[in-house]
C-alpha cells in the first residue's frame, strides 16, 4: 500500500483536536485512517500512558473488518490492546449500555440487543382466549391504545418499529402519525408502554441502547469521564450515517473532556435514515467554526467520466472531484433502454463487454423491490408454500450461488438449529447459535448441503420433495411439514401452479450466467468494482429509485439521490445504467449530455 502525501492527506495526518474529514469516492480514506492509526499508536502512549488508547468506529462489521485487515497487512501486526477497532453500536453497547445498564431502574441482568424487527414482533405477542377461540395480540398495556377507527395501534405500528429520538420523543420508523387517524397523545402512551415493555424484559434495540447510554452519560458523567481518559483519541469513519443520538453521544464526550474526536465520511453517500441517520449533522460540523474542516477531492477509483456523471448529483458550489493517476480505456457510459422482455438480452451484452476487457469484479445493481424480483426472484409475487422454510432454503441457495458461501452459512446454520429446537426462546437461541458457529464438525455438514440443496430446474412439487428427502438423507431430520403446500391462492390452480418451475418464480432470472451477482445498493456500498449496471426503476415511487431523481440539485440530496451517487461511484472503468424503455433519446442526452452511449436491445 502507497500512502499518499498530497496537501489534503498531509493536512488530515498533522490535523488533532476535533475534526471533520469529507472525503469523496475512491480518496484513500481508509488508507488514511491506517496511516494515521499507526502515528496515533506511539503518539496516545507518550502524551496520555501507557494504558490509554485509540478508538477506531465505524458502521458496519464489513467496514470495520477492512481496517483491521489492511492495517495488519500493511505493518505486519494487529491494532491491538489497549487500542480498539469495532462499530459503533457495539462500542456504546460494550462501554455504556451493557456494563451500566444497572443503573437504568436497577436493571440487573444485562440486555439482548435485537435489531432483527421480526423477533422483537415475536417477543411481544402473547395470545389470549375468549368463548374458546384463541386471538393473537402483543403483551398488556401495549395491546390496549387504539386509533380513532377503534382498531389496534399494533396493527398499524408494529413494535419493532417505534423509534425514540435524542429528546426521547416517539415515531415509528422516524415518521410521526397521521393525526387525522391517530390521536398523538394515544400513540405516545402505546410507544411509552412498547418501549417500557422492551427495557423490563431486556430485548432492546441498537437506537433503544443509544438512547439509554446518553441517558446514562447524562445521569452519571463519571462514566463519560472514564471513557475518555481510557481513550482519549476517539476516530469514527463513515460518520455521515451517525444518528442524532450518536452525535449528541460523542458531544457529551467532548463536553466531559474528550480532546481528540474525528469525523470521517462523505455525507452524500448516507444510506442509512431508516436507521435515523442525519447526514446534515456532519454536514454542519464540517462548516462549523469549531470543528476543522477538511477535504479530500482526489478520486483514486474511477474514471473522470463516470466522476463527471455521479457529480450530477453533487451541488455545484461543491469542489470538483478529481480522476488521479487512474487509466482511462475510454469505454463510454452505457445507457440502456429495458422492457419486461429484454432484461436477458442487456445483462447478456453487459456481461459480454465484461469479459471482453477481462473485468473481474463486476455487480448488476438493483433498488426497487419489483425490478429486483424480476432480476433474480428474491421473494416472488407468489408463496405457494404454507411455511417459510422452503423460502429461507431458496434464499440459501441463492447467496451460495453468489458465492456469499459465508453468509449461506449462517442462514443455514440458524435454520437448522431452528428445526433442532422450535420451541427455544430467543436468548437461549443466540447463545446456541454462537456455540455451534465454534463447532467444525457442524460447519462442515452445513458446507456439504450447501452442494446437495436441489436444483431449482423442476416442478415446485418435485424440489419439495427432493428438498424433503436431501434433509432426511443429510442431517435424519422430518421436514414434511413444512412443505405443505397452501389450499388456495388467487389467480392460481394450485394443481397447475405445483407443476410449474421455481426457476419461474424464484431462480435467478435475468442471466444464464452466475459470474454477474445481483446485489442492491446497500450491499455495495464501499465496494470497488471493474464495471457495474444499475437499473434505475420505471416509476420511482415508494422506495424505488427511478431516473427522475437522477437531478443536480441546489440543496443537499435526498435519499434516492443519494442512493444513485453511490452506486455510479463504485466503477473504475464501466458504468452502464438501464432506463424504462419510454425514455426518448432526447431526454437522455439533455439529461447526461452526449458522452453517452444509448442502447435499445
Not at 115 to 137: C, H, M, P
Not at 157 to 180: E, H, L, M, Q, R
Not at 306 to 335: G, H, Y
Not at 502 to 511: E, G, P, R
Amino acid at each position: 500500500m502507497i500512502f499518499d502525501n498530497s496537501e489534503e492527506s498531509t493536512a488530515y495526518l498533522n490535523a488533532r483536536g476535533k475534526v471533520v474529514l469529507n472525503a469523496c469516492p475512491g480518496s484513500g480514506k481508509t488508507t488514511c485512517i491506517i496511516r494515521k492509526l499507526s502515528l496515533l499508536e506511539a503518539e496516545c502512549k507518550n502524551k496520555y500512558g501507557e494504558h490509554t488508547g485509540i478508538v477506531c468506529l465505524s458502521f458496519t462489521n464489513v467496514a470495520k473488518n477492512e481496517i483491521l485487515q489492511r492495517y495488519r497487512k500493511v505493518y505486519g501486526y494487529n491494532f491491538r490492546y489497549p487500542n480498539h477497532v469495532s462499530t459503533i453500536d457495539s462500542f456504546i453497547n460494550q462501554y455504556i449500555t451493557l456494563p451500566y445498564y444497572n443503573l437504568i431502574d436497577n436493571k440487573f441482568e444485562r440486555p439482548n440487543i435485537i435489531d432483527q424487527a421480526n423477533i422483537i414482533d415475536r417477543l411481544i405477542a402473547t395470545t389470549f382466549e375468549s368463548e374458546g377461540k384463541v386471538y393473537e395480540t402483543i403483551a398488556s398495556p401495549a395491546n390496549r391504545y387504539k386509533n380513532k377507527q377503534g382498531k389496534p395501534l399494533y396493527r398499524s405500528y408494529a413494535p419493532s418499529t417505534i423509534c425514540i429520538d435524542v429528546k426521547g420523543n416517539f415515531s415509528f420508523n422516524g415518521k410521526i402519525p397521521d393525526p387525522k387517524t391517530v390521536d398523538l397523545a394515544e400513540f405516545n402512551k402505546y410507544a411509552t408502554a412498547v418501549f417500557a415493555w422492551k427495557k423490563k424484559n431486556g430485548f432492546i434495540t441498537s437506537l433503544d441502547s443509544a438512547y439509554l447510554a446518553l441517558q446514562l452519560l447524562n445521569n452519571y458523567p463519571q462514566i463519560g469521564i472514564w471513557l475518555v481518559t481510557r481513550f482519549p483519541y476517539i476516530i469514527i469513519d463513515e460518520a455521515q450515517d451517525n444518528s442524532e443520538i450518536q452525535h449528541a453521544i460523542f458531544d457529551k464526550l467532548l463536553d466531559l473532556g474528550l480532546k481528540n474526536l474525528e469525523l470521517i465520511g462523505d455525507p452524500y453517500q448516507s444510506l442509512y435514515e431508516w436507521r435515523d441517520a442525519k447526514p446534515q449533522l456532519f454536514a454542519n460540523k464540517y462548516t462549523s467554526s469549531s470543528w476543522t474542516g477538511l477535504l479530500l477531492t482526489d478520486n483514486r477509483r474511477s474514471v473522470q467520466r463516470i466522476i463527471n456523471f455521479f457529480s450530477i448529483i453533487r451541488c455545484a458550489t461543491d469542489v470538483p472531484i478529481s480522476s488521479m493517476n487512474v487509466e482511462d480505456r475510454n469505454l463510454a457510459i452505457l445507457v440502456y433502454r429495458y422492457t419486461d422482455h429484454n432484461m436477458k438480452l442487456i445483462v447478456g451484452d453487459f456481461e459480454t463487454r465484461c469479459i471482453n476487457h477481462q473485468f473481474l469484479e463486476n455487480h448488476i445493481v438493483v433498488r426497487g423491490k419489483k425490478l429486483l424480483h424480476k432480476m433474480i426472484g428474491e421473494g416472488s409475487e407468489i408463496a405457494p408454500w404454507k411455511d417459510t422454510f422452503p423460502y429461507r432454503i431458496l434464499a440459501v441457495k441463492h447467496l451460495f450461488e453468489l458465492n456469499s458461501v459465508k453468509d449461506a452459512i449462517n442462514e443455514l446454520r440458524k435454520l437448522f438449529l431452528n428445526m433442532l429446537h422450535p420451541g427455544m426462546k430467543y436468548p437461549e437461541m443466540q447463545i446456541l447459535i454462537r456455540e455451534v458457529k465454534e463447532d467444525v464438525a457442524i460447519n462442515a455438514r452445513l458446507y456439504e448441503y450447501l452442494y446437495k440443496i436441489p436444483p431449482t430446474n423442476q416442478s415446485l412439487l418435485n424440489w419439495s420433495t427432493a428438498c424433503i428427502q436431501s434433509m432426511n438423507d443429510h442431517f435424519g431430520i422430518d421436514v414434511t411439514d413444512f412443505f405443505i403446500f397452501k389450499k388456495l391462492i388467487k389467480g392460481f390452480k394450485m394443481v397447475d401452479l405445483k407443476n410449474e418451475l421455481v426457476d419461474s418464480y424464484f431462480n435467478k432470472a435475468a442471466t444464464n450466467s452466475q459470474n454477474i451477482p445481483v446485489s442492491t445498493i446497500h450491499q455495495i456500498k464501499g465496494a470497488t468494482l471493474d464495471a457495474l449496471l444499475y437499473f434505475l426503476d420505471e416509476t420511482g415511487a415508494g422506495e424505488s429509485v427511478g431516473l427522475n431523481s437522477f437531478v443536480s440539485t441546489t440543496s443537499f440530496p435526498n435519499e434516492k439521490q443519494r442512493m444513485i451517487y453511490v452506486a455510479c461511484s463504485r466503477p473504475k472503468q464501466l458504468l452502464a445504467i438501464g432506463v424504462p424503455s419510454k425514455t426518448t433519446e432526447k431526454e437522455l442526452r439533455t439529461k447526461f449530455g452526449n458522452e453517452i452511449e444509448i442502447l435499445t436491445l
